[in-house]
C-alpha cells in the first residue's frame, strides 16, 4: 500500500505593510534581493513555489518597502512577467504587473570588455527588444551588442 503522501508546502507569512514580487521566474529571488539590497527590511523568500501559471515561481516578500521606478525597471529585465502586490494592514491595495522599459540606462552593465562604457564613466544605455514570446533582449546602445536576459549583468 503506498504510503500517504506528505506535502511540504512553504507557508509565507503575510506582512502588514510592503511590497510582495510573485511570479518571479525560479532562481529570480536572490537576484532580486541582490539588486534591492533589501539588508535592513524584513524579507521573506520563497523559492520553486508551485504555480498554475508557471509551473514553478519564486516570491518574494519585503516589509515596509515600497519600490522605486528604477526598481522596478530592474525587476522587469530580469523577471518580465512579475507581478507586484502593495500591501497595506496585510490587505493587497494595489496589484499589478510589471512592464519592461524600452529603454534602461544605467542599471544594467555591458558585459562586452571592450565597450566603452566598461572603460569610460559613462552611464550604460540599452534598448530592450521584446519578442512576441514574452522574452528580453537588451542592446547595448554604444557597443550595439545584443544579449539574452541571462547574460545581463544588473548593476
Ligand atoms: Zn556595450
Do not use: W
Request: glycine letters at 4%; proline letters at 5%; aromatic letters at 4%.
Amino acid at each position: 500500500m503506498a504510503k500517504k503522501k506528505q506535502h511540504t508546502v512553504l507557508k509565507v507569512p503575510a506582512i502588514e505593510h510592503g511590497t510582495v514580487i510573485d511570479h518571479l521566474p525560479p532562481r529570480a529571488a536572490l537576484t532580486v534581493v541582490r539588486i534591492l539590497a533589501v539588508l535592513e527590511d524584513l524579507v521573506t523568500i520563497g523559492v520553486n513555489l508551485s504555480s498554475h501559471v508557471m509551473g514553478r515561481k519564486d516570491v518574494v516578500k519585503i516589509a515596509n518597502r515600497k519600490l522605486s521606478p528604477d526598481e522596478v525597471a530592474k525587476i522587469a529585465i530580469i523577471a518580465p512577467r512579475a507581478t507586484l502586490n502593495i500591501i497595506e494592514s496585510y490587505v493587497v491595495v494595489k496589484k499589478y504587473t510589471v512592464t519592461p522599459p524600452d529603454v534602461v540606462e544605467g542599471i544594467v552593465r555591458c558585459v562586452n570588455p571592450s565597450c566603452i562604457t566598461n572603460h569610460e564613466t559613462v552611464r550604460t544605455r540599452f534598448s530592450v527588444l521584446k519578442a512576441e514570446d514574452g522574452s528580453l533582449r537588451l542592446r547595448c546602445a554604444y557597443c550595439e551588442r545584443a544579449y539574452d536576459r541571462q547574460e545581463i549583468e544588473i548593476v
